[in-house]
């Protein structure tokens, strides 16, 4: 977190930001504000299809940036496990139009913050006291503020601390947040009923973790000292006696989120080092703790003064059961790969392919899939990759807007721990496009079966 106070990570200047002074906490609340929500996106239909009627030409662009702020705005006041799930979208740069995306980014750096009454009632509620009478120094305005919550700097002992206070109601609102935002996810995603049942299950599983700051302690406690080794990468100490189920305190971390480096122009070596740190980091806790911070977007790290990659959240942990971890990540073996017989049995226990698939589908989501992972697998099956090339990226999301738009795609496929480690790599994969690194990634390999 960069020492620059009143100044959220993405830069902006939190002292002129407008504070919100309320929450709809209460189930009724909150879907009230969807419901007004879903009347403006009518609304925004009917205009787009009146202008359609003088000129038939017309796209969706328009309609999409009227929804897409629309939408954002109510996620924003609301915050919470639907603006969550807005962030998550944003990294899939093949799942929304492309207003989306621009928009439901900002929530991976900051949203409108919590005016100080809020916070300080937070605190009575947890400890019986003010945060003035816990810290020797609080500052009340915030210094980044997302989705779940919002951070503060603060002071004691001498000691430079942040402290995460989870907005109100937010964890208790989870399930209900999540059957409200369906309708909207349902329109925006095009996938069928039941695979959107089964996204929107993961996600409240990980979202129900994620809001558990006493599990989040515990967890970053246990990651951060599994990862002590790995070079360049460094934690915060978290406090655990001043912390509570809605509230963390840990070391305030000194450095320049992501946009705020790049702005720096630093070097093709210090890029590297970064992006190799970054590598390193998902890939051991992959393929040696099988569980991993499936939360890659560039908010939760930040780049030291030293050149050391900080991380500095560990809210959502995936972890990967054998039964998913070993023909998914045998796949990424040119040598299995190369089996047909043995790939198309990893692809049915993945429930890529399914029991009942005729020999026609089967032979088509052989190829399809089999095309999928050869393009995943490239970093894995040369020893240094260059992530700063445009073609890998081009061939990765030509692939999948390709595949979006086919019918044999929109019956759910692939057990649902796809949804977590996919977003992860592919996270990873486009944070390493940013810095263009190019990175070693013999580091930490995965652990493969070349039979099933």
Known sequence: MEDKEKVSPSGEDLEGAPEQNSIPTTKVQRSAKFVKTGIKIGGNYIKHYSKKLFNPDLDKSELNEDNAADI?????????SALKVAQMLSMDKNLLPQAYVDKFTQSQYNAPPLSGPLIVQTFRKYFGKNPDQIFDKFNIRSTNAASIGQVHQAELNGKKLAVKIQYPGVGDSISSDLKLVKPFAFRMLGMSEKELDVYMKEVEE????ETDYELEVRRSVEFSNACANLNNVVFPKY?????SKRIITMDWLEGKHLKEFLATNPSQDLRNQIGQALWDFYNFQQHELRAVHADPHPGNFMITPEGKLGVIDFGCIKEMPEDFYYPFFSLTSANLLDNKEETIKAFRQLDMIHKGDTP???EFYYTQYKEMI???AQPYITDTFDFGQTEFFDQLYGFGERISKMSEFKQARGVKHFIYVNRTNFGLYNILHELKAKVKTDTFKPHVVLEY
């Open 360 to 362: 026609a589908q089967i």
């Open 374 to 376: 050869s393009l995943f």
């Open 206 to 209: 990980r979202l129900l973790e």
């Open 72 to 80: 954002y705005q109510s996620l924003s006041e609301l915050k919470g």
């Open 239 to 243: 406090y655990p006696e001043l912390s």
